[in-house]
């Protein structure tokens, strides 16, 4: 005889984290759902430094711009979730016989552990000469520029949010310094309005621009990536 489940098998897979004296109470559900988020746990299960690998694998399998022999600039990239993916897309380790090999480099404010492949430095983007920096330890210009960039949270939403977007046009007159004619500018950016000036500032450089919010962004989250390819030099 076949016993129907009761459901409550379900529900208990949901890990419930109790208010501990001294923890707010967000970070108690910021806590809660990244106990409970498939992301988090495929993450560990599959050895990537964050759920945001799989965020540039869901926009590189859509937009195919971490090609075998592509040279990449990761900006922010620090815990290196990024790097991880980019590495045998672009057969940066030489592993696909008959295959170009590419090239990452990796720039954060802070020490990231290195990752085989990889060229990872410590260093502000902003900074004066840090574009030419990156094109020597590139050997040349880049192909792609990424950014996963959020600037720290104020709490308030307005301003974070004009925080984010000022990175993210950091980023990207970065990138028209670095990228190669024909080149691709992958940023995150949150939804709000005032983006505009960004999409239309994305649209003169670049032959496409898509706005895209991979699966692996939280549904209840504003952010969305910006993809443009096609730079125009």
Same mark, same amino acid.
């Given at each position: 005889m076949v016993r129907k489940s009761s459901g409550r098998?379900?529900?208990?897979?949901?890990?419930?984290?109790k208010t501990a004296r001294g923890r707010k109470l967000s970070s108690t559900r910021w806590l809660q759902r990244q106990l409970n988020d498939p992301y988090v746990q495929r993450a560990k299960k599959e050895g990537y430094r964050g759920?945001?690998?799989?965020?540039?694998?869901?926009?590189?399998?859509?937009?195919r711009f971490l090609v075998p022999g592509a040279r990449v600039v990761d900006l922010g990239c620090a815990p290196g979730g990024w790097i991880q993916v980019a590495v045998p897309r672009i057969n940066a380790l030489g592993e696909k016989q008959g295959k170009a090999v590419?090239?990452?480099?990796?720039i954060d404010l802070q020490e990231v552990e290195p990752i085989a492949g990889a060229e990872i430095h410590q260093l502000d983007f902003l900074e004066e000469g840090a574009d030419e920096k990156v094109k020597e330890w590139l050997g040349g210009k880049a192909? /792609? #520029?990424m950014s996963d960039m959020a600037a720290a949270s104020s709490g308030h939403k307005q301003t974070d949010h004009l925080r984010i977007i000022a990175l993210c046009e950091a980023a990207a007159y970065f990138a028209f310094d670095v990228l190669e004619e024909g080149g691709t500018f992958v940023a995150k950016v949150l939804a709000g309005g005032a983006e505009g000036e960004l999409q239309k500032l994305l649209k003169q450089k670049f032959a496409k621009v898509a706005n895209v919010k991979p699966p692996a962004s939280r549904a209840d989250s504003?952010?969305?990536? /910006? #993809?443009?390819t096609g730079f125009r030099g």
């Open positions: 098998g379900r529900r208990d897979l949901t890990v419930k984290v759920r945001a690998a799989f965020k540039i694998m869901e926009l590189d399998d859509k937009f590419g090239r990452i480099i990796g192909d /792609v #520029v504003s952010e969305k990536f /910006v #993809v443009a």
